[in-house]
């Protein structure tokens, strides 16, 4: 539980966790979710009730597509991906906790792939 | 100021009919305690207060003034406290530049059903005037140096 | 010269313990202008008020002052006591001695001293006081309900069970409102027309109602006891006194695709029309915009075949104007506009339907005539998908509303119980946020859905549906169990929030009612006053007031009627008379005064002054109305020249207060 | 008509593609694109993080750049439009960024959003009109049964992006319509190509562009057509469908009769 | 500004107006009055445009505009406001009024003149946009923006509010720190406002001009003069009441005073009375979002309107500092 945490990551996203309402609409229209260890609802909770260490170490938070139909369809203005996003920025601007490094790249590259792709996984993926 | 121990503000308190002046009884049906230094004045809505009032209320002697209301959306008027509450923002603001000190006026909601507020409110706001002293600059504002 | 009597009152001992009564009565003898100064154990007692009676007669007093409890006690009753002695009820002050002093303070020198204080402060005001005499303001006994639905149905039998003349007013062609739509009602499953029908035809045969069918309110003057209302008649082109809603005119019109509102557009009607079998009053009606006598002048086949002569091409708009007492807005709701709500495809596909087009699919007389079939390709629906919530409970910067709308988790159940009921075979999921029944058996309804019938209730909204392949694709999640769900349905229901009917903020506006942000009309107090306006002699019935169910809105249709009915009993209202007066040879006439009245209680009127050397100036000043003031003083502070004042509570006296009090 | 344009660093090499028709279309339709000078990668997504300062800054020189022009901002890349009208917002809207973008940059005149940010689309829409596009096509695409691929970036969040109907889109439909095709409408042209996430391992990004690809095919498109490089290549790079996709811009100069060069 | 004495000329020559109001030299040529002209030599012989033309007249206006005929006057933009508000309290009535509009430069004061060691003036003129002064001693000349009175010093607008014939061009909202002041004793301690205040209020003398002047202090009867009120006194009673009647007509007129500046102009004890108003306005902005009294005919004055969420009497402190 860490109140702290949880006032940090509101700021970052400029949404509030507390006007969520639990109706779930978020996961409902998610396309990550079968990646997704902790689906988007349960985010905005596990935000709330100060679960932030938890989420910095889910997967979900690289997983998430950032395709904004949580945001679009949220009924209550909580806008899951903000928080997701925001959890994410926590995470990588611990030194070191870089989910992509530059050196990976070379591997997974393949020589159709746009440059819009890469930059934005370094935007997305590290510090 | 040399404070006199045994000095006791004068406090005039304007509580609306409605609102405040049945929160006022009911603290007195529930046997609370506030100063017998307050005093109060019934009057239908707290839109009624006119700044006058207040000013000369300072004029002669008071040493505070509060003006209690319905709480904003409750009105028995409808809108009356929230003319209310622009008047009294701009009377004490007005005050304040003029260096008259902003605690010896106060704006306050209270409810019928807050008695405990009501007599809270005053045992706060006849320390805080307490604490102010007498009220002289409202009387020597004008200095025949 | 005042002569002002002091009466102190001991209460037992709720004053007399804590308060000196006797040297309260002896410092306040003092007092300029007091001629009378006594105490007695309990003023409010039969002895206490004959000793205030004799002293008034015995002394001549013109002022007194009752030195007791707090005057939201016993303020009457002294008035009372004053009157009968043959003083002016208003040339009475009270001292609060007791809730204000006597069990506030325990140090008894201390509370003797304020008791004398507060005597002091009621003695200078009641030395200004004057007397008043409550205005008597006329009351017509006629009362006019705005919406025939089944709130101003009920509001209009009770009025006019009492005896009272009243007149509904209703912008559609019948009356009857939403309900003559829906199909079953829940909690008991009667047949929503079986229930309505009947009160429907009483409105008609009463011959205290009135209807204004196919007419709207265009101007409300006046003020409580007597409004003045101008209500517009459509032309309907059919005389109603005429038409015998023999219905011929209606088959024979050319004119076939019209989209038919009542059915909400899922099936067609002609160009003239009679809304449903049971209209009242059962009188055909041409719409405008599809008649093609009407815009070009070619046609007239209606005109023909009409036996009795009905047709009037010509028929303009007419202008009734009327007088009322009271005036009942009943206005109701409609389901929000779905087309924003496109994630569950409800432009995209004919198959996602609203929950009140749903009622008009299910229903005997709707278009596919109670069968259950989809609009796409009129087959039977095999899986059904009811939404929840769509557009309620939206945070305030969304597309939604902010409320609940009440109503939804009750008729979606109603409509999962009587799908599954009528089509056994049938899967229906209904996807909630939260399922609210308070309501006598609303629970247990919505269990027997449950248990009984087999729906299947899921823990979370849809997130998105799309038509494919005929099929519509849900994609939900189900929170409870932790998993996505992908449901390939038939049809999807969507249950829409209900906002007030868009006719009600500018009938606001003309009746000076206040309404909160969501556009519903304001009550006067949200407990104790549900069903009155704050604005004096506007009632509230029904779903204009807030999202409410049938029996909720007929219970608060009776009781706006009752409170009519008590209007109406009078001859005539007893003001009060502590009203705001505004000194017209002071008076700018400059609107600051009315700008803050929520009443509309202040007009302006050009008069005619002196002016200098003889000559005459027309100038501008307020007038209250004091039927329709009710003493707030807001006017008061906002007059820069201080020539309103208001009675009872006059600049002078407040300030006597204040002197006295500052002493 | 002259605009300002923000190409982007895709157009510029994977997409040329979609730059060169845009260009070219652009100029048998009579308004032309000028190219900022000098212009910065948009950063490829919006730093939905409010505190994130440094990512909004090239969107903010573009946009103060054609600011100092006078003219509206045209994007022809979904993501760069994305990412720039998104970072306008915030200068309008947004006084915490607004102030912060603005003590860094130290502008002449700070910049508070003032720029109209267009994509080419909206270009074609609102100011050609697709019923005189319709009236400039040469070559009309008749008979061909097209998907159009909205994807993420265009729609959504539609309070900032104030694009189309984020949940019943019908500009490229009509764009469709105008030269000469006939749109197909399948439930997924509003869901994410799996965009950024293509570099992690997994092929989650090629999967979720076959569902897109497959519900497509199955509901009759012959071809889809996108406005976004990183979308028509994960749609490309799919597995589970097949459909040639194509930039807007292409079948747009085809039909306007333009032999564009590879 | 050439050709405003044409004009009042051309107007009552071609009977489209009756009455003109404009200005007229009082006792000194830099002292000037508004004046009610009816005929064309009247006008000729003592009409007067000069850069001394402070004087507001739309408050005459309210007598001017029920005497019957048509009247027209002359004014500058700041005169326009005040003509807007009380066209809006229906104190003038507009269809009799002809407005000429008149742009300006701002006007000039002589004390302002005078502060530049010049003594003795016998004559200010403009010329070539310069401003040149003659005295017993000798010319000089001055830039005219020197020799501007308080007013016009933190001019709010040169946009007119409303004419029916302009002289000159319409101007924008000018932007002259005229809440700079107010701002400077809000950063005051409690003491030094208040013995900022008591200094300056301490020279009131009653003598009313203040009142007399105001356009918003227009009401048939003051409430200072007006028994019934509690307030009525002719020599104040005692100290606080020169205060109280600064405080309280500062109130009467907030949210409906225009900061045109008469006030402090007529002054003859030199009192900065704007300071009240434009405390008033300063915190109107602030609380409840820019306001101009006077700009147009329908918006209402903020305080005959409220919002649901306005700020708390307690918060004023905090928040009114703004703008």
Request: hydrophobic share 35%; aromatic share 8%.
């Amino acid at each position: 539980m860490n109140r702290d945490l949880t006032q940090t990551v509101a700021r970052i996203a400029g949404v509030n966790p507390r006007a969520c309402m639990r109706c779930g609409k978020c996961t409902g229209a998610c396309p990550a979710y079968d990646e997704m260890e902790y689906h988007p609802h349960q985010f905005v909770s596990m935000v709330e009730t100060g679960r932030i260490d938890e989420l910095l170490r889910s997967k979900g938070i690289y997983t998430c597509l950032s395709c904004f139909a949580c945001i679009e369809r949220c009924p209550r203005q909580v806008e899951p991906a903000r928080l997701i996003e925001a959890v994410r920025v926590l995470a990588e601007r611990k030194q070191g906790a870089d989910h992509l490094r530059p050196q990976d790249i070379p591997a997974r590259l393949d020589p159709d792939m746009p440059q819009q792709a890469i930059t934005s996984a370094l935007r997305k993926y590290r510090r | 100021m040399q404070v006199n121990s045994e000095w006791k503000p004068t406090i005039v308190a304007f509580c609306c009919n409605w609102c405040s002046y049945a929160g006022a009884d009911l603290s007195g049906t529930n046997r609370l305690s506030y100063p017998a230094n307050v005093r109060i004045i019934r009057i239908p809505c707290s839109c009624r207060l006119n700044p006058m009032f207040i000013l000369r209320a300072f004029q002669r002697g008071a040493d505070g003034v509060i003006l209690c209301g319905c709480h904003p959306g409750d009105c028995r008027y409808t809108t009356g406290n929230y003319y209310a509450r622009r008047r009294m923002t701009l009377l004490f603001s007005m005050l304040d530049y003029l260096g008259i000190e902003r605690a010896r006026t106060r704006v306050e909601w209270v409810s019928a059903a807050e008695g405990a507020k009501f007599a809270a409110t005053m045992n706060d706001f006849v320390q805080t005037v307490t604490a102010l002293g007498e009220n002289r600059r409202l009387e020597d504002l004008r200095c025949k140096a | 010269m005042q002569r002002i009597g002091v009466f102190v009152c001991w209460c037992g001992t709720n004053i007399a313990a804590t308060v000196d009564v006797q040297a309260v009565s002896d410092a306040l003898a003092k007092e300029p202008g007091v001629v009378l100064s006594a105490n007695y154990q309990y003023m409010c007692s039969q002895t206490g008020q004959d000793l205030i009676e004799t002293a008034i007669r015995e002394h001549a007093l013109t002022g007194v002052v009752i030195c007791s409890c707090s005057p939201r006690m016993h303020e009457q009753t002294f008035r009372k006591t004053v009157a009968r002695a043959g003083l002016n009820p208003y040339l009475l002050e009270i001292a609060n001695i007791r809730e204000q002093c006597s069990w506030i303070h325990k140090d008894r020198a201390q509370a003797t001293e304020k008791a004398i204080i507060l005597g002091r402060a009621a003695i200078a005001k009641v030395q200004l006081n004057t007397p008043l005499q409550a205005g008597q303001s006329p009351v017509t006994k006629r009362a006019l309900v705005i919406g025939g639905g089944i709130a101003g149905i009920q509001t209009a039998l009770d009025i006019a069970e009492a005896g009272f003349a009243v007149d509904i007013v209703e912008k559609q062609p019948t009356i009857g409102g939403k309900m003559t739509q829906l199909d079953k009602t829940f909690p008991t499953l009667d047949c929503a027309a079986c229930i309505l029908t009947p009160k429907m035809v009483d409105c008609a045969q009463n011959e205290k109602i009135r209807i204004f069918s196919y007419s709207e309110v265009e101007a409300v003057s006046g003020f409580v006891g007597s409004f003045r209302v101008t209500i517009r008649k459509k032309a309907r082109y059919v005389r109603e006194d005429v038409c015998t809603g023999c219905g011929l005119c209606t088959e024979k019109c050319p004119q076939k695709k019209v989209p038919n509102a009542f059915n909400l557009g899922l099936d067609t009607r002609r160009a003239i029309y009679i809304p449903f079998a049971q209209a009242v009053p059962k009188v055909a009606v041409i719409d405008a915009d599809y008649c093609s006598m009407l815009k070009n002048g070619k046609c007239g086949v209606c005109a023909k075949v009409c036996a009795a002569g009905a047709i009037d091409y010509t028929q303009k708009d007419e202008l009734v104007e009327c007088e009322y007492g009271a005036i009942v807005a009943a206005t109701g709701y409609n389901p929000i506009d779905l087309s924003g709500y496109d994630e569950f495809a409800y432009s995209r596909s004919p198959d996602v339907v609203s929950s009140l087009e749903f009622e008009r699919l299910m229903n005997a007389a709707g278009p596919t005539g109670g069968t259950l079939l989809r609009p796409s390709d009129k087959t039977h629906p095999k899986t059904i998908v009811f939404v929840q919530c769509v557009g309620s409970r939206c945070s305030a910067e969304g597309k939604g509303k902010t409320y609940c709308s009440k109503i939804c988790c009750m008729y979606t159940a109603k409509h999962a119980m009587l799908c599954r009921e009528k089509y056994p075979d049938t899967d229906v999921y209904v996807f909630y946020i939260d399922v609210r029944t308070p309501g006598k058996n609303f629970d247990e309804f919505y269990r027997r859905a449950v248990e009984e019938y087999g729906v299947h209730y899921i823990k979370g909204m849809v997130g998105k549906v799309s038509p494919e392949g005929g099929k519509l694709k849900v994609q939900a999640s189900d929170l409870l169990d932790g998993r996505q769900l992908h449901i390939d349905a038939d049809m999807v229901v969507l249950a829409a929030a209900i906002e007030p009917d868009k006719s009600a903020r500018p009938l606001a506006t003309m009746l000076t009612a206040s309404m909160d942000t969501n556009d519903f009309f304001t009550e006067a107090h949200p407990k104790l006053r549900p069903v009155e306006s704050p604005t004096a002699g506007v009632f509230l019935s029904g779903c204009c007031q807030g999202p409410k169910d049938i029996p909720e809105t007929v219970a608060q249709a009776s009781a706006a009627a009752s409170k009519v009915i008590g209007l109406l009993s009078k001859d005539s209202i007893v003001c009060n008379p502590c009203v705001a007066q505004p000194d017209e040879l002071m008076c700018n006439g400059c609107s600051s005064c009315e700008k803050v009245c929520p009443y509309g209680a202040i007009t302006y009127l050009d008069k005619e002054f002196r002016g200098p050397n003889r000559t005459t100036l027309l100038r501008r000043v307020a007038q209250v109305n004091p039927a329709v003031c009710q003493g707030c003083g807001a006017c008061t502070v906002a007059c820069p020249s201080g020539a309103m004042d208001l009675k009872g509570f006059s600049n002078r006296q407040i300030m006597a207060e204040v002197d006295a009090i500052c002493r | 008509m002259v605009f300002s344009y923000f190409p982007g660093c895709t157009l510029k090499n994977k997409g040329a593609r979609l730059d060169l028709c845009g260009r070219r279309a652009a100029e048998a339709l009579g308004f032309t694109l000028e190219e900022l000078p000098e212009w910065q990668c948009c950063g490829g997504v919006y730093p939905q993080a409010r505190d994130e300062i440094a990512t909004r800054l090239s969107s903010v020189r573009a946009l103060d750049a054609a600011r100092r022009k006078g003219q509206s901002l045209v994007t022809l890349c979904s993501a760069c439009h994305h990412v720039i009208r998104r970072v306008n917002g915030d200068m309008q809207r947004d006084a915490q960024i607004r102030g912060a973008v603005n003590r860094y940059l130290q502008l002449d005149t700070p910049y508070e959003g003032q720029t109209q940010v267009l994509h080419y689309l909206e270009v074609l829409r609102d100011v050609i009109g697709f019923d005189e596009l319709a009236r400039r096509v040469t070559r009309p695409l008749t008979g061909q049964r097209i998907g159009a691929y909205y994807g993420c970036l265009l729609l959504r969040p539609s309070r900032e992006m104030c694009f189309d109907d984020p949940e019943n889109p019908t500009i490229l439909e009509q764009f469709i319509r105008a030269i000469g095709a006939e749109p197909v409408y399948y439930a997924m042209r509003n869901e994410c190509c799996g965009g950024y996430t293509v570099l992690e391992p997994g092929g989650r990004a090629q999967k979720q562009a076959g569902k897109v690809l497959a519900n497509a095919a199955a509901c009759g498109a012959q071809t889809l057509i996108t406005a976004c490089p990183l979308c028509m290549y994960n749609l490309q790079k799919s597995v589970g469908g097949e459909l040639p996709v194509r930039y807007f811009t292409e079948l747009l100069a085809q039909a306007l009769g333009l032999e564009v060069e590879s | 500004m050439q050709g405003v004495k044409e004009k009042a000329i051309e107007l009552l020559r071609s009977k489209s107006v009756d009455r003109v109001v404009g200005w007229k030299a009082g006792e000194f040529f830099y002292d000037l009055t508004p004046a009610v002209f009816t005929s064309v030599p009247e006008v000729e012989q003592s009409f007067v445009w000069s850069v001394f033309c402070a004087a507001n007249l739309s408050k005459y206006l309210i007598a001017e505009s029920r005497r019957g005929g048509k009247v027209a006057a002359f004014l500058k933009p700041c005169d326009t406001y005040s003509f807007v508000q009380l066209v809006k309290e229906h104190r003038i009535l507009r269809e009799n009024v002809h407005v000429v509009g008149v742009q300006c430069a701002g006007m000039c004061d002589m004390e302002t003149i005078r502060s530049h060691g010049l003594s003795a003036v016998t004559s200010v003129a403009e010329q070539d946009g310069a401003l040149r002064v003659e005295t017993l001693y000798g010319a000089r000349t001055l830039d005219r923006k020197d020799a501007l009175g308080e007013k016009c010093r933190t001019c709010k607008s040169k946009k007119l509010a409303v004419y029916d014939e302009l002289l000159g061009e319409q101007g924008c909202d000018e932007d002259n720190g005229r809440f700079l002041e107010v701002a400077r004793i809000e950063a005051m301690t409690p003491e030094e406002r208040f013995a900022f205040w008591r200094g300056e209020l301490s020279r009131c003398i009653r003598c009313n001009a203040c009142r007399n002047v105001c356009p918003a202090c227009s009401c048939e009867t003051c409430v200072f003069d007006n028994p019934d009120s509690g307030l009525r006194n002719k020599a104040a009673a005692d100290a606080f009441e020169e205060n109280l009647f600064h405080i309280i007509r500062a109130f009467h007129v907030a949210s409906r005073c225009t900061d045109c500046g008469e006030c402090t102009r007529v002054c003859p004890q030199h009192i900065p009375l704007h300071l009240l108003n434009r405390k008033f306005i300063k915190d109107i902005n602030g609380l409840y979002g820019p306001y101009q009294a006077g700009a147009d005919f329908d918006t209402k004055p903020p305080l005959m309107d409220f919002t649901l969420h306005d700020p708390e009497p307690s918060q004023a402190a905090v928040r009114g500092g703004g703008v």
